[in-house]
């Protein structure tokens, strides 16, 4: 979909829609509580007690935590990236249409707090410990990571963890430099060797995987490139919209009654108007609304431009095959007429 003028169409293609939405099961959920509220402490002394007090403050969702999946669990100390880079991803995910647990806003008011955690990580399918100087002085967020750790070693490849290096190298998480080493010689007097033992085979673990080393970069970039990956691992397919946009509540709940989602069958919906009005983005918010609800979605944008070069075409229909049924199947066709059956067939 260009942004000359011309009308902007968003198409969107499934296989038995009602059978796929019947089959999903949601938890209902209330309404997000202040941010203010905090489910752990930010530094390693006294985090029991201090996060089970705070259970009757601690945050948003009175559903149980145990009915929940998520797409992504955020590991992190509060006091280095709570309210810069981690709350920046948080959003950045959660703006993408993929489902995230910061335990900030997550805990159901009341609960053990400890136990909850477990289980939205349990719940979860990727993990990510954005690996901060302080990490390893919280007792909590090496708990947090020795499970992860536990977790995707029984996923049989389901979960997996991907690591964010911020404002340190691996080589500090893998405790070869004296950062991580003080922090975990300091916990020698209130933890066993063998708790100790543990979350440091951990951390080793967690930093020889390879993730994104954030040192003096611009953070929209990162997160952007972060959004990009996770999407593309979880395949919720979504399209990166303007930064700071204001809604058209009004305009995308007419869409959404065209559409009819709920119905059996294929929609097609035109979106006119002058060029830069914005028909393009309100398509891509609309498909990151909708596109969690399909096995397979597709986003062909600029296709004016796109059929400008020689094979074009062919191009734009291997695009739309890979999103629908995969590269093995895009890849079979040679011309226009095969992708065109191709196309029938699924």
């Not at 260009?2 to 209902?28: E, H, K, M, Y």
């Not at 970069?217 to 990009?228: A, C, D, F, M, T």
């Not at 990151?288 to 944008?301: D, M, P, T, V």
Request: with cysteine; charged share 30%.
């Amino acid at each position: 979909m260009g942004s000359d003028g011309g009308p902007a169409l968003i198409t969107i293609l499934a296989l038995a829609v009602a059978r796929v939405l019947q089959v999903c099961n949601f938890c209902p959920a209330n309404s997000r509580r202040s941010r203010d509220s905090k489910s752990r402490t930010d530094d390693g002394s006294g985090e029991e007690e201090e996060a089970l007090r705070k259970g009757s403050e601690s945050t948003s969702r009175t559903d149980d935590a145990s009915c929940e999946e998520y797409d992504v669990f955020l590991s992190f100390r509060g006091p280095d990236t709570r309210n810069g880079f981690t709350n920046c991803l948080y959003n950045g995910l959660r703006d993408a249409g993929i489902r995230v647990f910061l335990d900030d806003e997550e805990l159901q008011v009341g609960k053990v707090i400890a136990g909850e955690l477990s289980k939205a990580q349990d719940n979860s399918r990727i993990y990510i410990p954005i690996l901060s100087k302080g990490y390893a002085k919280s007792s909590w967020c090496l708990r947090e990571v020795a499970h992860m750790v536990e977790c995707t070693s029984k996923s049989d490849g389901k979960k997996e963890i991907l690591p964010i290096f911020y404002n340190l190298d691996p080589d500090d998480v893998k405790l070869k430099t004296k950062l991580y080493r003080e922090a975990m010689t300091n916990h020698k007097k209130k933890f066993s060797s063998d708790d100790l033992k543990h979350w440091e085979n951990a951390l080793v673990e967690v930093a020889r995987i390879k993730g994104w080393v954030l040192k003096g970069k611009g953070q929209r970039e990162q997160i952007e490139s972060i959004v990009e990956e996770v999407s593309r691992k979880l395949n919720t397919r979504h399209r990166i919209v303007t930064e700071h946009l204001v809604e058209d509540t009004a305009q995308l709940e007419a869409i959404m009654k065209l559409l009819d989602v709920g119905s059996s069958g294929v929609r097609f919906v035109g979106i006119h108007g002058m060029g830069g009005v914005g028909k393009t983005t309100l398509a891509k918010v609309m498909f990151n609304k909708l596109s969690i609800h399909f096995e397979r979605s597709g986003f062909l944008e600029d296709v004016r431009a796109s059929l400008q070069p020689h094979g074009g075409l062919l191009e734009l229909q291997k695009k739309l095959l890979s999103d629908l049924a995969g590269d093995g199947v895009a890849n079979q066709i040679k011309d226009v007429d095969g992708g065109i059956r191709m196309i029938k067939k699924y």
